[in-house]
């Protein structure tokens, strides 16, 4: 042992460590080449925690690449416009739909008032990963720092849990109006409205919380490539080369009561509504009834039907290109249709964005530029 440590400092076999048995023999190379035992068999579990803690802190990963875009060998100058060109309509968009929400006093509804909260979260959601993307593309380089991608996964998993949690309540706010027309006023009045749309907010920011604590304790052995265009959980687990059953255990639980739970309201809740709105008898009240709806299930489809695909991918997993196309379906293209949906489908923001054109119209009209 003395002989290996006067020579040049030791390289660590990690390869034993990946494993982590019960019991094992840990060796240094000299810079001969010849393997030598540094602490013999290890037996003692104090012993052996100790020794394991020391070589992770020298293979700590400090940076991460991902390999969503590998299979891209050219063309990234026009991606990268595609990208640009999605984030622009997705915060425009949603930013016309919040300002009108604000401006027009037909829109302060309580619908409208958790409508300008969802643009608000797409807005934030996408501004997560495509700016991160844009940068890489400009670069030429798909990496993220380690405390770069830990802090990317916290605000991804608290908008994506918030905005589950804003579907259900929009959800609740649709069936007061129509199952409990002469109660709607109380059931939904400001000070419900408030607590309902920020409890969403912090029910999210409190989930992602417990997940990114959770994932500071993950060992990556030096593995520093992910194959995702974003930081999220899933990939993150699947390259780390410790024990990771408690993450697996959270994400469970997460997925019955932040995940499942919402979207099971939101089904019994449309279940009552659609039996109200058969009782009704005029043609043209079913009509209203359906379209004050409509925009809100297309939203919760495409969230859920996407948010399916990107965490629950078949055994074998998804290829690298299909895992691609799913991640950018959930993350940037999403919160892009939700204002297009909206805005297309719904007569009162239709109007409303009308109004604000003539407004505008009349305004250049009586204050031309000189």
Request: hydrophobic share 45%.
């Amino acid at each position: 042992m003395d002989s290996v440590e006067e020579k040049e400092a030791p390289i660590l076999d990690l390869s034993p460590m990946c494993k982590e048995p019960s019991s094992m023999s840990f060796l240094v190379r000299a810079s001969n080449g010849s393997p030598e035992p540094i602490l013999g068999r290890v037996s003692h579990k104090f012993e052996k925690n100790k020794l394991l803690a020391g070589i992770r802190n020298q293979t700590q990963v400090v940076e991460f690449v991902f390999l969503g875009f590998s299979g891209i060998s050219y063309g990234h100058t026009y991606l990268s416009l595609v990208f640009l060109a999605i984030y622009l309509v997705t915060v425009l968009g949603n930013l016309m739909i919040f300002i009108m929400i604000q401006l027009d006093s037909s829109l302060h509804t309580p619908m409208y008032y958790f409508l300008s909260h969802l643009s608000c979260l797409d807005i934030c959601l996408s501004s997560v990963t495509v700016p991160k993307i844009l940068v890489n593309f400009l670069r030429q380089q798909q990496t993220i720092s380690y405390n770069q991608c830990m802090a990317q996964m916290f605000f991804l998993m608290s908008f994506t849990g918030a905005e589950g949690g804003l579907l259900a309540v929009m959800a609740y706010d649709r069936y007061a109006a129509i199952c409990k027309p002469l109660h709607y006023s109380h059931l939904m009045n400001t000070k419900v409205c408030t607590v309902l749309a920020f409890a969403t907010w912090i029910w999210g920011f409190l989930d992602s919380a417990l997940h990114t604590a959770l994932s500071f304790r993950l060992d990556f052995c030096g593995v520093n490539q992910i194959h995702h265009i974003f930081c999220d959980l899933p990939p993150l687990m699947k390259m780390a080369c410790n024990d990771a059953h408690i993450n697996e255990l959270a994400i469970r639980i997460a997925s019955i009561f932040a995940g499942g739970g919402p979207f099971v309201f939101i089904v019994f809740s449309y279940v009552f509504i659609l039996s109200s709105i058969l009782k009704i008898r005029s043609t043209s009240g079913k009509r209203k009834a359906f379209s004050t709806c409509a925009s809100h299930v297309i939203v919760v489809f495409i969230y859920y039907g996407n948010a399916l695909l990107n965490y629950n991918s078949p055994s074998g997993g998804y290829s690298l290109a299909t895992g691609t196309l799913v991640s950018t379906m959930y993350c940037v293209i999403t919160p892009m249709l939700n204002p297009i949906i909206y805005s297309l489908r719904n007569k009162e923001v239709k109007g409303a964005l009308k109004k604000a054109v003539e407004s505008w119209r009349k305004y250049k009209h009586h204050h031309p530029i000189s």
